[in-house]
């Protein structure tokens, strides 16, 4: 055993070996695409990954802060300046004052404007706040701060943006406090300078923050990080999910696309996506439902419209996969597989808006449209972009589909054509073709030389030709009586039928053993 295998070892050839070197150069330029590719992948992910939540407060004052003052005391309209002045500085969102306009006269209309997402939050000074800032000043009567202003937010238009937003307005309004403070202060010593008469008098909490604020946070209270993550990772599961069916064809698809017409090649996929899609999309639907939490009590409406953004979602995908396996090199694929995940994941996690221009690209893409829509399903309504993001996915599903119907019927034609292989590269050349004629040459060749042994008449030996003049001429009287009947006979057979190459090779045979004969005859009576 130990004898063959160093057989079989020496019959392999070195990895530095001449006879390899067409290996090893195909070899390097593998692993030199195969940077360049992970190159490729590599930057627009990350760049996307990075560039979709990097730097928000750039672009901070594209976010708009609604504000309304509903109180017209003097206490309220020092805040109101402070506030404006806080909002004027770099990297601040931009403030939307509203005070007077009579659709956000009351608080409601102001809630429902943060809700629909007109503005990311809003800035109320409540009514009565300048009374009651006046009166436990002067009387020391009861105070709390934070019934100043109220702040409007509504964490699920975006998790990660509206917690940046809202850290911001934070910042700038807990900044004012103790300038808001020490102008009431110097304001209620007046023109008596008795600094000790008003901190006897004031309510203590009065002076050292006669302001605050409360938050309200107005989206629904089972809305929450984990509510966010299952809107993201269900539409991650549908993607891969959406993966599973394209391999499946792909590992049985080569008879179809050389034996099967074209149109039920599409009709056929087609059904497969679809009914791939539904299986995937019920499955989802029901582990969003099984784990809700016990804070959201979804109904039968809601299932439904939970499995049709899924449906839409995935459907997009399974198509968009189609034309990447119809049409791209095998080499490339993976890439593409990655580039596709990783960009719409950034998309849905990180959102578009407040990024940079280029970036913005998320507002086209499914991920970041389905994830929009399941919040939105998910709080009632809150920040409502249903019809643009259902249409945008819609448009995505009919176009991949359509692309993906013309490159199947493109790649069906090509490989039955054999200028294509069901990897979506070109077949290998074609060995040389060798010129059949020496071959057909060196075979008549040999049927030449070759004796008949058709009838089983092989041709006499020299040795054993007749010596004698008598036998030459008994043989040549013999043979030529055999010739006569032999061509009648001939002659009645032809005219029925077809004669075969052995019956004329015989029949030439005779004809020269006969005229041979005749000739060696007359030269012996010559020499008699």
Same mark, same amino acid.
């Given at each position: 055993?130990?004898?063959?295998?160093?057989?079989?070892?020496?019959?392999?050839?070195?990895?530095?070996?001449?006879?390899?070197?067409?290996?090893?150069?195909?070899?390097?330029?593998?692993?030199?695409?195969?940077?360049?590719?992970?190159?490729?992948?590599?930057?627009?992910?990350?760049?996307?990954?990075?560039?979709?939540?990097?730097?928000?407060?750039?672009?901070?004052?594209?976010?708009?802060?609604?504000?309304?003052?509903?109180?017209?005391?003097?206490?309220?309209?020092?805040?109101?300046?402070?506030?404006?002045?806080?909002?004027?500085?770099?990297?601040?969102?931009?403030?939307?004052?509203?005070?007077?306009?009579?659709?956000?006269?009351?608080?409601?209309?102001?809630?429902?404007?943060?809700?629909?997402?007109?503005?990311?939050?809003?800035?109320?000074?409540?009514?009565?706040?300048?009374?009651?800032?006046?009166?436990?000043?002067?009387?020391?009567?009861?105070?709390?701060?934070?019934?100043?202003?109220?702040?409007?937010?509504?964490?699920?238009?975006?998790?990660?943006?509206?917690?940046?937003?809202?850290?911001?307005?934070?910042?700038?309004?807990?900044?004012?406090?103790?300038?808001?403070?020490?102008?009431?202060?110097?304001?209620?010593?007046?023109?008596?300078?008795?600094?000790?008469?008003?901190?006897?008098?004031?309510?203590?909490?009065?002076?050292?923050?006669?302001?605050?604020?409360?938050?309200?946070?107005?989206?629904?209270?089972?809305?929450?990080?984990?509510?966010?993550?299952?809107?993201?990772?269900?539409?991650?599961?549908?993607?891969?999910?959406?993966?599973?069916?394209?391999?499946?064809?792909?590992?049985?698809?080569?008879?179809?696309?050389?034996?099967?017409?074209?149109?039920?090649?599409?009709?056929?996929?087609?059904?497969?996506?679809?009914?791939?899609?539904?299986?995937?999309?019920?499955?989802?639907?029901?582990?969003?439902?099984?784990?809700?939490?016990?804070?959201?009590?979804?109904?039968?409406?809601?299932?439904?419209?939970?499995?049709?953004?899924?449906?839409?979602?995935?459907?997009?995908?399974?198509?968009?996969?189609?034309?990447?396996?119809?049409?791209?090199?095998?080499?490339?694929?993976?890439?593409?597989?990655?580039?596709?995940?990783?960009?719409?994941?950034?998309?849905?996690?990180?959102?578009?808006?407040?990024?940079?221009?280029?970036?913005?690209?998320?507002?086209?893409?499914?991920?970041?449209?389905?994830?929009?829509?399941?919040?939105?399903?998910?709080?009632?309504?809150?920040?409502?972009?249903?019809?643009?993001?259902?249409?945008?996915?819609?448009?995505?599903?009919?176009?991949?589909?359509?692309?993906?119907?013309?490159?199947?019927?493109?790649?069906?034609?090509?490989?039955?054509?054999?200028?294509?292989?069901?990897?979506?590269?070109?077949?290998?050349?074609?060995?040389?073709?060798?010129?059949?004629?020496?071959?057909?040459?060196?075979?008549?060749?040999?049927?030449?030389?070759?004796?008949?042994?058709?009838?089983?008449?092989?041709?006499?030996?020299?040795?054993?030709?007749?010596?004698? /003049? *008598? =036998?030459?001429? #008994?043989? %040549?009287?013999?043979?030529? &009586?055999?010739? $006569?009947?032999?061509? !009648? +006979?001939?002659?009645?057979?032809? /005219? *029925? =039928?077809?004669? #075969?190459? %052995?019956?004329?090779?015989? &029949?030439?045979? $005779?004809?020269?053993? !006969? +005229?041979?004969?005749?000739?060696? /005859?007359?030269?012996?009576?010559?020499? %008699?």
């Amino acid at each position: 055993m130990l004898k063959q295998h160093r057989e079989r070892q020496a019959k392999l050839l070195p990895l530095f070996s001449p006879e390899l070197r067409a290996t090893r150069m195909a070899f390097i330029k593998g692993l030199r695409d195969m940077f360049i590719i992970f190159t490729i992948v590599y930057w627009i992910t990350i760049s996307f990954l990075y560039g979709s939540g990097y730097n928000t407060a750039r672009y901070m004052h594209e976010a708009t802060t609604l504000y309304y003052n509903m109180d017209d005391s003097t206490a309220a309209s020092i805040l109101d300046q402070m506030i404006a002045k806080a909002y004027a500085s770099p990297g601040m969102l931009t403030l939307t004052n509203a005070t007077g306009r009579e659709e956000f006269s009351s608080i409601a209309s102001i809630r429902d404007a943060v809700w629909r997402g007109d503005y990311w939050n809003a800035v109320v000074i409540n009514e009565g706040f300048g009374e009651r800032l006046q009166a436990a000043l002067e009387n020391g009567g009861d105070y709390d701060p934070t019934s100043a202003l109220t702040f409007y937010t509504e964490e699920s238009r975006h998790y990660f943006k509206v917690a940046a937003v809202t850290a911001t307005v934070e910042t700038a309004l807990t900044s004012i406090e103790a300038q808001f403070a020490q102008t009431m202060f110097v304001n209620a010593i007046g023109d008596t300078n008795d600094t000790a008469a008003v901190i006897n008098r004031a309510n203590p909490a009065a002076l050292v923050r006669p302001y605050s604020y409360t938050v309200d946070n107005i989206a629904p209270y089972h809305f929450d990080m984990a509510m966010y993550l299952l809107s993201v990772t269900l539409s991650l599961s549908m993607v891969a999910g959406a993966f599973i069916p394209s391999n499946m064809w792909k590992s049985i698809e080569e008879p179809f696309y050389k034996h099967v017409r074209i149109r039920q090649v599409i009709a056929l996929r087609f059904c497969i996506n679809v009914i791939w899609a539904v299986v995937i999309c019920l499955q989802s639907t029901g582990i969003a439902f099984a784990f809700r939490g016990p804070t959201w009590s979804p109904t039968v409406g809601d299932f439904f419209a939970m499995f049709a953004i899924f449906l839409l979602n995935t459907l997009a995908f399974t198509f968009y996969i189609d034309c990447l396996q119809n049409w791209i090199h095998p080499k490339f694929l993976i890439g593409a597989y990655f580039i596709t995940l990783l960009v719409n994941i950034s998309g849905a996690m990180f959102g578009s808006e407040l990024n940079n221009h280029f970036f913005r690209i998320a507002y086209a893409l499914p991920f970041f449209n389905s994830g929009l829509t399941i919040r939105t399903l998910l709080t009632g309504g809150s920040y409502n972009k249903t019809k643009f993001s259902v249409t945008i996915n819609i448009l995505w599903t009919l176009v991949w589909w359509i692309v993906s119907t013309f490159l199947i019927a493109r790649k069906a034609r090509l490989v039955r054509a054999g200028t294509l292989t069901m990897a979506n590269v070109p077949p290998p050349p074609a060995p040389a073709a060798t010129s059949a004629a020496p071959v057909e040459e060196e075979e008549e060749e040999e049927r030449q030389m070759k004796p008949s042994s058709t009838a089983g008449d092989a041709a006499l030996p020299a040795e054993k030709l007749p010596q004698s /003049s *008598e =036998s030459l001429a #008994s043989v %040549s009287t013999t043979d030529m &009586h055999d010739e $006569r009947e032999y061509d !009648s +006979t001939a002659s009645s057979y032809l /005219s *029925e =039928s077809s004669p #075969s190459p %052995s019956f004329h090779g015989h &029949h030439h045979r $005779r004809r020269h053993a !006969s +005229t041979n004969a005749e000739s060696v /005859s007359d030269i012996e009576i010559e020499d %008699s």
